[in-house]
């Protein structure tokens, strides 16, 4: 199945999904679904587990999201929900095969932001184990290169040993 990247949902570190992608995984009809949400609107609340972007007047994100000019004219609702909404409209749907997609829904899509801001969590442990040790092989160059400049300035500014000040003053006068 293919989602629309929605980054953030309603606020940073959120998620959601279209009603319209919704619709598609439960092999239900767009119409059938916005249904259900306006005869229980009242069990979704605004801004925390359903945001019409048709009412909020947000087309540009709706254009974003796969609707054309003509199918934005035509909603008169374009719903997204959080998870938490759309875990409610599981409940007003209530059968099996929805939360059989719920839970297949909550393994995959809303856990794929994790994995897309930390790609090592899908790599083997081999991979994983690699990528550590070229992290710590980078932090342990860095302290080397660190600990040279130091012991460089140290020479630069050390006071001659007397056998070099000999040997300095031998080479002047010669």
Known sequence: MK???????????????????IAEIH????????KNINNNR????????????????LKSLSL??????????????IYLLSERGYSKLLKILE???????????????????????????SASKELQAIFMLDKKQEVLETKIE??????????????LFNIECESIVKEVKR
């Open 3 to 21: 989602f629309h990247d929605i980054e953030g949902g309603f606020e940073k570190g959120k998620k959601a999904m279209l009603v319209k992608d």
């Open 27 to 34: 092999n239900r009809e767009l119409k059938e679904i916005n």
């Open 42 to 57: 009242k069990r979704f609340k605004d801004m925390i587990d359903i945001l019409d972007l048709k009412v909020s007047d």
């Open 64 to 77: 974003e999201m796969g609707y054309s000019n003509q199918s934005y004219a035509n909603a008169n609702n």
């Open 95 to 121: 059968d099996d095969k929805a939360w059989e997609q719920y839970e297949k829904i909550v393994d995959g899509y809303f856990s794929m932001r994790k994995e897309l801001n930390n790609p090592l969590l």
């Open 146 to 159: 660190s600990v040279n400049e130091k012991l460089e300035n140290f020479m630069d500014d050390a006071p």
